[in-house]
């Protein structure tokens, strides 16, 4: 069975400081995918990034960074300079499947940017 | 604004009652997709439909059923209500099952009281 698991349930930090989300993910697929949502205060899962298993390079996106270790089976997303746009809470998944299909997610991590 | 719309943004019934929730996919959009979100259980996959054929399910309750019209839309319908029950209900769609990137619409919060 595959298992995503997000030990923080809320972090605090002051604007313009760095803030990494952790998830650590089992699975007993060799190919597999890791996805990164974002659930702003109004509710709507915005999609973040996807990665195969067997990609892994670390990938940024302007303030948004990625690290993906599979010897570690961690799928890091860190925000440098965070902004109070940044509040959100954060969702790590997995798919097993070819596409996404049964999703499954983490507990998800509140993040609280302070002005 | 996803493309995705959902019906109703908000429901709230008794225990026992049965509930339909409607979404509409984004055009060209093939596949929908089902999740519930509640602060026991958290982001859980229920059902996906592609074409109107279910494609794979996930922890969805027997009182649970889904389906898929020949317009794309589609209907989660919920039965026997449990105080439970009360979760956001998120419709998602994509391309087909083979596209990496689903989009949310923005839920039904239901609250079954």
């Known amino acids: 069975a595959q298992k995503v698991t997000q030990a923080q349930t809320e972090i605090s930090v002051v604007e313009k400081e760095d803030v990494t989300l952790d998830c650590v993910y089992e699975?007993?697929?060799?190919?597999?995918?890791l996805f990164w949502y974002k659930q702003p205060p109004s509710g709507e899962l915005v999609f973040l990034i996807r990665?195969?298993?067997?990609?892994?390079q670390n990938e940024i996106s302007g303030r948004y960074s990625w690290n993906f270790q599979k010897s570690t089976s961690s799928f890091n997303f860190t925000i440098t300079a965070s902004q109070v746009v940044d509040s959100a809470v954060y969702f790590c998944?997995?798919?097993?499947?070819?596409?996404?299909?049964?999703?499954?997610f983490g507990t998800g991590t509140r993040l609280t940017i302070i002005p | 604004d996803s493309g995705v719309t959902q019906t109703p943004k908000h429901l709230i019934t008794a225990t026992g009652q049965r509930v339909t929730l409607r979404c509409s996919p984004r055009?060209?959009?093939?596949?929908v997709y089902w999740y519930q979100q509640s602060l026991d259980q958290g982001l859980q996959f229920l059902i996906h439909?592609?074409?109107?054929?279910?494609?794979a399910k996930g922890n969805i309750l027997e009182r649970f059923s889904a389906q898929q019209f020949p317009d794309l839309h589609s209907e989660l319908n919920l039965s026997s209500l449990e105080l439970g029950d009360s979760a956001l209900y998120f419709c998602?769609?994509?391309?087909?099952?083979?596209?990496?990137?689903?989009?949310f619409g923005p839920g039904t919060r239901l609250t079954v009281l």
């Open positions: 998602a769609s994509s391309v087909d099952p083979t596209a990496w990137k689903q989009y």
């Open positions: 439909y592609y074409n109107g054929e279910e494609r």
């Open positions: 699975t007993r697929d060799t190919t597999y995918y």
């Open positions: 998944a997995l798919s097993e499947a070819r596409g996404n299909e049964k999703l499954t």
């Open positions: 055009s060209g959009d093939l596949s």
């Open positions: 990665r195969n298993s067997f990609d892994e």
